[in-house]
């Protein structure tokens, strides 16, 4: 007789993703979602794009001291961040709230951590594709930046980014998703005229101070002093750091993951 086969032994399962590379994965999922998502295109790269060209081709409104290009793309950049990292994130984590999206993420192995860390990953990588597009775009109009203001300016760019993402996570926790689209817009256009695209001190009197408090007037003159003049901009540097730290407290303690 012949001697029976012996079985192979089981497969060994494969071995679970390491936290990294969860994070990894999400952040690239986020950052596709992203780039599919019409509207967010349209806000995240069409619109500060079109806001660029016509901030350089007319001369209104005033922006101030400076050439007009120089300041105007300082102006865009901001807009640029503003739209990724508030507009966009508000509203897509919003309707992912509203339709139970978060509160399965929230209890797979990526975990909330990690599906926090996910979407800062995919704004990083967002807001670097739009620096890189709407930069070369501005070169050919003619900007030429500060270089002794690149470091600060990457710098107000990363405090810029998380204050408005904390923004986003408080307001996409707590607010229903029709009011988180309405609100994010609204915000969105108020926002342009105080230290957005116009400087803060462009504006009256009345407006200026408030301005220089919000992270938009602080983003904005931050990433004018850097860009145009080459100055460290550390007073916007505290504003936007304090956002951060209390939008981002505000979240943790009431953000809610499912309606």
């Known amino acids: 007789m012949s001697a029976r086969p012996t079985p192979a032994p089981p497969a060994r ?21 992203i780039l599919r998502h019409g509207e967010q295109l349209l806000v995240a790269l069409v619109l500060p794009a079109l806001a660029l060209l016509a901030l350089s081709l007319t001369d209104v409104p005033d922006l101030g001291p400076g050439r007009r290009i120089d300041v105007a793309t300082a102006g865009v950049l901001t807009l640029a961040v503003v739209s990724t990292a508030f507009t966009g994130q508000a509203i897509a984590t919003g309707f992912d709230r509203r339709h139970g999206v978060l509160r399965f993420l929230g209890v797979s192995p990526l975990g909330r951590e990690g599906l ?15 620096v890189v597009g709407l930069g070369t775009m501005a070169a050919f109009l003619g900007w030429r930046p500060a270089l ?16 408005f993402l904390a923004l986003a996570m408080l307001l996409a926790g707590t607010v229903r998703a029709e009011g988180v689209l309405a609100l994010a817009n609204l915000v969105w256009v108020l926002l342009l005229g105080l230290g957005v695209l116009l400087p803060t001190d462009r504006l009256p009197d009345g407006l200026t101070a408030l301005a220089r408090l919000l992270p938009s007037g602080a983003l904005g003159d ?25 939008s981002g407290a505000a979240a943790a303690r009431w953000f809610r993951w499912s309606d």
């Open 116 to 130: 926090l860390l996910g979407k800062l990953g995919a704004v990083g990588a967002v807001i670097a594709l739009q």
């Open 148 to 163: 002794s203001g690149v470091l600060p300016a990457v710098v107000t760019v990363v405090l810029g980014a998380a204050a």
């Open 222 to 246: 931050g990433l004018r002093l850097s860009l145009v003049d080459g100055g460290w901009p550390l007073t916007s540097w505290l504003v936007l750091t304090a956002w951060a730290v209390v």
């Open 13 to 33: 399962p494969a071995a679970p993703a390491t936290a990294r590379r969860r994070w990894l994965a999400q952040a690239a999922f986020e950052t596709a979602t």
